[in-house]
């Protein structure tokens, strides 16, 4: 089955720089990676996702690359501003038995964007 | 849109009742939604799957007779904690996703206290 690692779990950046969060996974067959947003007490948020037909995304200040040799995405924020500030989690789906589509979640990366 | 709505967002209920959380798709047909368990500062545990009209597949570990999911139609969940106790105490989410479709909508969650 499909095993999604997360790093780093914490991070803190000022205001104004890039910040990068990378996630892997196991399975090779899988094709589709998410990308959420939560802030403290609420739900969580699809930011950016991407399919393995393409190797990157980007969405105004957000992006996400994939390699799909190396089995590895990642999320990247330029010009980070305070309201950036969360926990993002990556996602990538199970493919196995009756679970084909779910989503196994990272353990999440802390944000922090300092003024 | 995908709106997800979840009801009730906080309930706090004695020892030995059971509670019900209605998960909600106000402007899509979900035929499919999940049941995530997040403890804090962690990452969303899929606790089941659940197919309108038929029963729910529940991940390992979880109980399906303590755990009760329901999804009667295309835009209702119900998920009843039966005979709760302070071990289940948590935040539960659910998600919706359409037919055919990998991205997943959350709702807000309902966070449980059992006293």
């Known amino acids: 089955g499909e095993n999604v690692e997360q790093h780093p779990s914490t991070l803190s950046v000022q205001e104004g720089d890039s910040a990068v969060i990378k996630c892997t996974y196991s399975?090779?067959?899988?094709?589709?990676f998410p990308w959420y947003k939560q802030e403290l007490g609420k739900r969580p948020q699809l930011i950016i996702d991407?399919?393995?037909?393409?190797g990157e995304k980007k969405d105004q200040r957000i992006a996400v690359t994939l390699n799909k040799t190396a089995k590895h995405f990642s999320l990247h924020i330029t010009e980070t501003q305070p309201e950036d500030s969360a926990v993002y989690f990556c996602?990538?789906?199970?493919?196995?038995?009756?679970?084909?589509?779910?989503?196994?979640f990272g353990k999440g990366t802390k944000l922090s964007v300092k003024p | 849109g995908a709106v997800v709505s979840q009801h009730p967002s906080r309930v706090i209920c004695k020892s030995g009742t059971s509670v019900k959380i209605e998960c909600r798709s106000l402007?899509?047909?979900?035929?499919?939604m999940f049941w995530y368990r997040q403890f804090p500062k962690q990452s969303l545990m899929l606790m089941a799957t659940?197919?309108?009209?038929?029963?729910?597949?529940?991940e390992q570990g979880v109980e399906k007779d303590k755990f009760l999911i329901n999804h009667a139609s295309l835009t209702l969940s119900t998920l009843t904690v039966t005979s709760a106790h302070p071990e289940d105490s948590s935040f539960y989410i659910c998600?919706?996703?359409?037919?055919?479709?990998?991205?997943?909508?959350f709702g807000p969650g309902t966070r449980l206290l059992v006293l």
């Open positions: 659940s197919n309108e009209g038929s029963k729910a597949t529940y």
């Open positions: 399975d090779s067959a899988s094709n589709y």
């Open positions: 991407i399919r393995s037909n393409v």
């Open positions: 996602a990538a789906p199970m493919n196995y038995g009756g679970s084909q589509g779910n989503l196994i």
């Open positions: 998600s919706a996703r359409r037919l055919y479709q990998e991205t997943q909508y």
């Open positions: 402007d899509f047909q979900a035929t499919t």
